[in-house]
Protein backbone atom coordinates (compact mmCIF):
# COMPACT_ATOMS: atom_id res chain seq x y z
CA UNK A 1 0.00 0.00 0.00
CA UNK A 2 1.68 3.40 -0.79
CA UNK A 3 0.62 6.59 0.48
CA UNK A 4 -1.65 7.75 -2.41
CA UNK A 5 -3.88 4.53 -2.02
CA UNK A 6 -4.02 5.61 1.97
CA UNK A 7 -4.79 9.85 0.74
CA UNK A 8 -7.23 8.49 -1.70
CA UNK A 9 -8.74 6.00 0.73
CA UNK A 10 -9.00 9.09 3.48
CA UNK A 11 -10.50 11.36 1.08
CA UNK A 12 -13.35 8.69 0.22
CA UNK A 13 -14.58 8.36 3.90
CA UNK A 14 -16.96 11.13 3.50
CA UNK A 15 -16.84 11.21 8.17
CA UNK A 16 -12.94 11.62 8.14
CA UNK A 17 -12.98 14.44 5.95
CA UNK A 18 -16.15 16.26 7.79
CA UNK A 19 -14.99 15.48 11.11
CA UNK A 20 -11.47 16.84 10.19
CA UNK A 21 -13.06 20.26 8.47
CA UNK A 22 -15.18 20.77 11.82
CA UNK A 23 -12.40 20.27 13.80
CA UNK A 24 -9.93 22.74 11.85
CA UNK A 25 -12.49 24.88 10.14
CA UNK A 26 -11.52 23.70 6.55
CA UNK A 27 -13.08 22.91 3.68
CA UNK A 28 -11.20 20.00 1.94
CA UNK A 29 -13.15 18.35 -1.18
CA UNK A 30 -16.16 20.72 -0.25
CA UNK A 31 -15.65 22.67 -3.81
CA UNK A 32 -15.58 19.20 -6.00
CA UNK A 33 -19.35 20.12 -6.20
CA UNK A 34 -19.61 23.90 -7.02
CA UNK A 35 -23.39 24.99 -6.43
CA UNK A 36 -22.96 28.51 -7.46
CA UNK A 37 -25.24 29.75 -10.36
CA UNK A 38 -22.55 29.92 -13.57
CA UNK A 39 -23.78 33.77 -13.11
CA UNK A 40 -21.58 33.94 -9.30
CA UNK A 41 -18.73 31.48 -10.77
CA UNK A 42 -18.19 34.19 -13.93
CA UNK A 43 -18.28 37.42 -11.58
CA UNK A 44 -15.77 35.78 -8.81
CA UNK A 45 -13.48 34.39 -11.72
CA UNK A 46 -13.41 38.07 -13.31
CA UNK A 47 -13.37 39.72 -10.09
CA UNK A 48 -10.22 37.96 -8.84
CA UNK A 49 -12.29 35.94 -5.90
CA UNK A 50 -12.19 32.61 -7.63
CA UNK A 51 -8.37 32.64 -7.35
CA UNK A 52 -8.55 33.51 -3.54
CA UNK A 53 -10.89 30.44 -3.16
CA UNK A 54 -8.24 28.42 -5.50
CA UNK A 55 -6.12 28.98 -2.62
CA UNK A 56 -7.64 28.75 0.29
CA UNK A 57 -8.55 25.33 -1.41
CA UNK A 58 -5.19 24.55 -1.89
CA UNK A 59 -4.08 25.67 1.84
CA UNK A 60 -7.03 23.39 2.88
CA UNK A 61 -5.84 20.19 0.97
CA UNK A 62 -2.51 20.79 1.96
CA UNK A 63 -3.27 20.75 6.11
CA UNK A 64 -5.32 17.19 5.00
CA UNK A 65 -2.22 15.80 3.40
CA UNK A 66 -0.31 16.58 6.36
CA UNK A 67 -2.80 15.16 8.66
CA UNK A 68 -3.19 12.18 6.92
CA UNK A 69 0.36 11.75 6.60
CA UNK A 70 0.74 12.32 10.94
CA UNK A 71 -1.98 10.51 11.78
CA UNK A 72 -2.72 7.59 9.75
CA UNK A 73 0.02 6.56 7.31
CA UNK A 74 2.77 7.31 9.84
CA UNK A 75 0.65 5.06 12.08
CA UNK A 76 0.06 2.20 9.89
CA UNK A 77 2.77 -1.22 10.64
CA UNK A 78 5.56 -1.28 8.53
CA UNK A 79 4.48 -4.29 7.14
CA UNK A 80 1.67 -2.20 5.33
CA UNK A 81 3.44 0.61 4.19
CA UNK A 82 5.76 -1.09 1.77
Known amino acids: MTFNDVLLECCQQKELVDQ ?4 TGCKVLSNIYDTRPPIVRMIDESTGYQKI ?5 HEDFTKFLAFVYDCVWIRLP ?3 RN
Request: no cysteine.
Open 53 to 57: LDQKA
Open 20 to 23: FNRL
Open 78 to 80: VEI
